[in-house]
C-alpha cells in the first residue's frame, strides 16, 4: 500500500487514483482466483483429482488475465512475459488435464505434458532478460559484476549441492538430464537475476510489483526444487502439497501486475543521476537466514552454508568499497556538473553584460537627433585612422550656414527638423555615408578614405553643397540653408587628429567668412600662419584692457566747396602693451568674427559721443561724427534702441552722429537693412555707406535704403589720375547719387590732382591726408582751427 502513502506529491496523487481504480477493478477476478484456489485445495484434500485437474489450469488462465492487467503500467515487457508464462503454464494444465481424463495417458509419462511444462520457464527467462534490458543501462558495471559472480556462485552451489543430495547426476538417463538441466538452467537464470534485479534496486524505489515478481519466481523455483525432489524420491502424487505450491507464483504474478507502481514516464532532468544500483541495502541478515533455511531443509550441506556465508561477506565488503566508489565519482561530477553550470552562468551573464555594454556604446556613439555617430565616435575613428597610419584620407569639416537664424527665429523644434532633414541630405549627398558624422550643433564632418585628387575632393564638396542648398520645406516655411566646407587631408596637411580637427575647423571658419561664395576651401599652411595670428590677436583681445590700451583718433572730413570742415571719422587705435601698434585693419575683422567687436564697439561709441560733444560745445559748431558700426554689431543687439539710449545717456545730439557701414554689409546681412536705415533716419541720425564702388557697385539697392551719403572707396580714388575707367564709375556714381538726392564723399585723398578731378565730377566732399590724416583731437583741433580761421582770413 505504500505507492498511495508514497505520492504525498500533487504530481502523484492522480497515479493513485488510478492505481485505486484499477484495484477495484481486478478486485472480482482476485476473488474469484481465491475462490478457484480454495476449490482447489478442497478438492486436493478429498482427493478429487478431476476437480482438481479442471480447476489447475483455470486458475491459471484467471491469473494470465489478471497479470495481463500490469502490462500497461510498465514501460517494459515484463508482464507480457509472465502472461505468457501463466498462458503456458495453464495450457499445460489443460493438456495434463487432457492426458489423464480424456485419452487416459500418464501424464508424466507424456513427452508433450513435459514440454509444455518447460515453456512457461523459458517465458520467465525471457521476461528476466528483458528486465535487464530495460535496467542495466541504470546500473553501475562493477557493482552489478560484482553482484552477478557472487549471486550465481551461491546459486549455483546451492543447486548443485542440492542436486546432489538428492540424486546421482551419473545415474540420470539422458532424457531426464535434459529435462532436469534445462529446469535448473532457467531457474538458476531467473532467480539469479530476479535477486539482482532486486539487490539491485534502491531501496526507496523499490517497486511492490518487482517485490512480488521476486517472491513469485523464489517461490517457483522453490516448488521446481520441491517437484524435482519428490520426483527423484517417487512420491509424488499428483495435486499434493507441491502442486498447491505451483499455485503460489502465479498468485504473486497476478499480485504483482495488481500493485506495480505505474512507473513515471518522464525522464529525470539531471544529465547524471545516481546508478540504480547505489544506495541498495544488501540485506546481508535475511540471505543468512535463508541460507540456514536451505541447511536445516537440508537443501544444502554445513560446509557449504560456511562457505557460501564467508562468500556474501565478501561481497558485503566489495560491495561497500563499490557504493563508496560511486559515490565518489557522483560527487565528483556533480561538482564538475555545478562548475559547468557556474561557468555557463558566468559566460551567460557576461554575454549579457558585454551586450548591454554594446547596446550602451552605440548609443553613446550615436547622435539621438539624426541617428548619425556622433562626435565622440568621429574622434575615435579619426584616431584610429591615424594610428593606421597606412591610408590617406580627407576630411570634410562642415558647418551649416544661417542656421543659427533659423533656431533663433522659429525655435528648436524646427531646427532640429532642418538638421534632421539636412543629415538625409548629407547622407544621400555624401559618396560615402559611412564617414559621416554631426560632431556638434549644426557642424558636420564627412571621413573619406583613399587618396583622391583635388579635382574629385572638390567635386564632392559641390555635391555636398548642392544636396545641402535644395530648399527645406517644412510648412508653413521654406528654409534655405547652406554649409560651409573646411578641406583637409590626412598625412598631407597634419600628422595627427587633432591637428587635422583643428585645420579642419579653421579652414572651414575662413570658408564661412571669407569664401561664402564658393563654400569650400583646402587647408594650406599659410592659411595655418594667417589663422595662428588671428588666434594671437584674439587672447590679446581677450585680455585687453580697452581704456589704456585703446584711443581715437580723427580724420576731418572736408566740403570740396568751401573747404570746410564738415566732420570728423572716428578711427580705432590699439597699442598692445607687447606687440606694439595693430592696425585695426588687422583685429577688426578677427574681433567680429569673435564677437569682441560688440562691446569694443560700445567702447568706440561711447568715446566718440563724448568727443563729438566737447567738440561742437566748445567752438559751437554742428560738426558730424562718423562713427564705423560692423555688420555685426547690427546683427547681434537691438542696434537702434541701444544707439538711441547712448544718444539719450551722452545728450548728443542725433544730428551730430553719423552711421558708417560697408557697403558689403548690406548685401549680406540677415536682417533687415532697410529697417536699420529709417530707423536712423527717424533718429534722426545720417547714415553712410563706407566703402562704396568695391565689389557690389549696385546702385538700384541704394535707392531702396533711407541712406544720406555714399562714402567712395579709396581703392577708386587712388587710381583716378591715371585710369580713366576709375573717373567713369565715380562719375556714374556722383551722379546716380546726386540723382537720389545723395552726398558723395571721397576716401584717402591724398594729392591735389585726385582733388581737382573730384571737384570738376561733381563730388561733394573729401576726407584724406591730403587735408587731414587721422589725428589725436587735440590735433584736429589745432590744426583745423587754424585752417578755419586761415580760410576766415
Ligand atoms: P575705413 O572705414 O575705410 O577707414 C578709412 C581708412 O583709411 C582708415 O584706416 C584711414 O586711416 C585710412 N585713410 C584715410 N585717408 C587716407 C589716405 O589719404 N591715405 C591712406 N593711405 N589711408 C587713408 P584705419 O584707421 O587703419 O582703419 C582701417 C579700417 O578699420 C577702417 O576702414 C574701418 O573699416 C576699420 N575701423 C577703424 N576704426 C573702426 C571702428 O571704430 N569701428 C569699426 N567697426 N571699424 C573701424
Ligand atoms: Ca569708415
Redesign the pocket.
Same mark, same amino acid.
Given at each position: 500500500m505504500n505507492q498511495i502513502g508514497e505520492s504525498g506529491k500533487a504530481g502523484e496523487a492522480e497515479t493513485a487514483v488510478g492505481k485505486k481504480s484499477s484495484m477495484y477493478q481486478n478486485r472480482i477476478p482476485v476473488i474469484l482466483l481465491l475462490c478457484a484456489f480454495l476449490i482447489y485445495l478442497a478438492a486436493s484434500a478429498t482427493d478429487r483429482q478431476l476437480i482438481s485437474n479442471i480447476i489447475a489450469p483455470i486458475f491459471a488462465f484467471g491469473a494470465a488475465y489478471i497479470i495481463y492487467q500490469g502490462q500497461h503500467k510498465r514501460r517494459d515487457s515484463v508482464y507480457l512475459w509472465l502472461f505468457f508464462f501463466a498462458v503456458t503454464w495453464g495450457i499445460a494444465d489443460a493438456l495434463w488435464l487432457v492426458s489423464e481424463h480424456i485419452l487416459g495417458v500418464e501424464p508424466l509419462a507424456s513427452v508433450m505434458v513435459n514440454v509444455f511444462y518447460i515453456i512457461p520457464s523459458f517465458f520467465l527467462v525471457v521476461m528476466v532478460s528483458f528486465f535487464y534490458y530495460s535496467n542495466v543501462g541504470r546500473w553501475n558495471r562493477y557493482q552489478l559484476m560484482l553482484d552477478v559472480l557472487v549471486v550465481t556462485g551461491v546459486i549455483l552451489s546451492i543447486v548443485w549441492n542440492f542436486l546432489g543430495n538428492i540424486t546421482e547426476v551419473s545415474n540420470l538417463e539422458i532424457g531426464e538430464l535434459i529435462t532436469l538441466g534445462s529446469y535448473y538452467l532457467a531457474d538458476v537464470f531467473v532467480l539469479t537475476g530476479m535477486i539482482i534485479l532486486h539487490i539491485s534496486t534502491r531501496k526507496k524505489r523499490d517497486n511492490p510489483g518487482n517485490l512480488w515478481i521476486l517472491t513469485g519466481v523464489i517461490l517457483f523455483v522453490g516448488s521446481n526444487s520441491y517437484f524435482t525432489y519428490l520426483y527423484f524420491n517417487h512420491s509424488y502424487t499428483a495435486n499434493s502439497l507441491v502442486d498447491v505450491l505451483y499455485f503460489l507464483p502465479l498468485g504473486a504474478f497476478g499480485l504483482g501486475a495488481i500493485y506495480d507502481k505505474t512507473e513515471k514516464i518522464a525522464g529525470t532532468s539531471e544529465i547524471y543521476t545516481l546508478p540504480e544500483n547505489y544506495g541498495r541495502v544488501t540485506q546481508l541478515k535475511y540471505f543468512i537466514a535463508g541460507l540456514l533455511i536451505l541447511w536445516y531443509l537440508q537443501v544444502i550441506n554445513l560446509h557449504i552454508f560456511i562457505m557460501l556465508a564467508v562468500f556474501l561477506l565478501f561481497h558485503k565488503l566489495f560491495s561497500s568499497y563499490i557504493q563508496l566508489s560511486i559515490k565518489n565519482e557522483y560527487l565528483l561530477f556533480k561538482e564538475q556538473e555545478q562548475n559547468l553550470t557556474l561557468a555557463k552562468q558566468i559566460e551567460k551573464k557576461t554575454r549579457e553584460l558585454q551586450r548591454a555594454k554594446d547596446i550602451l556604446e552605440e548609443f553613446s556613439y550615436r547622435d539621438k537627433l539624426t541617428g548619425l555617430r556622433n562626435r565622440r565616435s568621429f574622434v575615435d575613428y579619426m584616431d584610429q585612422l591615424t594610428e593606421e597610419k597606412e591610408q590617406p584620407f580627407t576630411l570634410f569639416y562642415m558647418d551649416l550656414d544661417r542656421f543659427k537664424f533659423i533656431n533663433d527665429a522659429h525655435g528648436h523644434e524646427i531646427g532640429d527638423r532642418v538638421l534632421k532633414h539636412i543629415s538625409q541630405q548629407l547622407l544621400s549627398g555624401a559618396e560615402e555615408a559611412g564617414g559621416l558624422f554631426r560632431i556638434g550643433g549644426d557642424e558636420f564632418a564627412l571621413v573619406l578614405p583613399k587618396e583622391r585628387s583635388k579635382a574629385a575632393l572638390e567635386e564632392v564638396a559641390k555635391d555636398i553643397i548642392r544636396a545641402v542648398q535644395k530648399p527645406i520645406e517644412i510648412p508653413p516655411y521654406v528654409f534655405y540653408v547652406g554649409i560651409s566646407i573646411g578641406i583637409a587631408r590626412y598625412p598631407e596637411d597634419a600628422f595627427n587628429r587633432e591637428d587635422l580637427m583643428k585645420y579642419g575647423d579653421m579652414t572651414m571658419y575662413e570658408a564661412k567668412n571669407h569664401h561664402r561664395k564658393k563654400g569650400y576651401l583646402f587647408f594650406n599652411h599659410e592659411l595655418q600662419r594667417e589663422m595662428e595670428k588671428k588666434h594671437e590677436v584674439e587672447m590679446m583681445l581677450k585680455k585687453a584692457d580697452y581704456d589704456r590700451e585703446f584711443h581715437l583718433v580723427f580724420?576731418p572730413q572736408y566740403r570740396i566747396e568751401d573747404q570746410k570742415m564738415i566732420g570728423l +571719422?572716428? &578711427? &580705432?587705435r590699439w597699442k598692445q602693451p607687447e606687440a606694439g601698434n595693430i !592696425?585695426?585693419?588687422d583685429f577688426?575683422p578677427i574681433a567680429e568674427e569673435t564677437g569682441q567687436?560688440i562691446s569694443i $564697439?560700445e567702447w568706440?561709441m561711447e568715446r566718440a559721443l563724448e568727443e563729438i560733444k566737447i567738440f561742437n560745445e566748445k567752438y559751437d559748431t554742428n560738426l558730424k561724427m562718423a562713427?564705423?558700426? !560692423?555688420p555685426v554689431q547690427i546683427e547681434n543687439m537691438d542696434f537702434l534702441p541701444w544707439i538711441g539710449k547712448k544718444l539719450r545717456e551722452k545728450s548728443v545730439h542725433p544730428y551730430w552722429v553719423d552711421i +558708417?557701414i560697408?557697403e558689403g554689409a548690406t548685401i549680406h546681412s540677415s536682417f533687415s537693412m532697410e529697417e536699420i536705415f529709417v530707423g536712423l533716419a527717424n533718429l534722426g541720425i545720417s547714415a553712410s555707406i @563706407? @566703402?562704396f564702388g568695391t565689389g557690389y557697385s549696385s546702385l538700384s539697392y541704394i535707392k531702396r535704403y533711407h541712406i544720406d551719403r555714399l562714402k567712395i572707396a579709396?581703392e577708386l580714388i587712388d587710381n583716378i589720375t591715371e585710369d580713366e575707367n576709375s573717373r567713369l564709375i565715380i562719375r556714374a556714381i556722383t551722379m546716380m547719387a546726386r540723382g537720389m538726392g545723395l552726398k558723395t564723399i571721397a +576716401? $584717402?585723398? +591724398?594729392e591735389t590732382g585726385q582733388l581737382r578731378i573730384l571737384q570738376a565730377i561733381g563730388c561733394d566732399e573729401i576726407? $584724406?591726408? &591730403?587735408w587731414g590724416k587721422?589725428n589725436p583731437m587735440a590735433v584736429v583741433e589745432a590744426e583745423n582751427v587754424v585752417i578755419q580761421k586761415a580760410a576766415e582770413h
Open positions: 580724420q +571719422e572716428a &578711427l &580705432l !592696425s585695426p585693419k577688426i567687436i $564697439g568706440v562713427i564705423n558700426v !560692423s +558708417e560697408t @563706407d @566703402d579709396k +576716401e $584717402g585723398v +591724398e576726407q $584724406g591726408y &591730403l587721422p
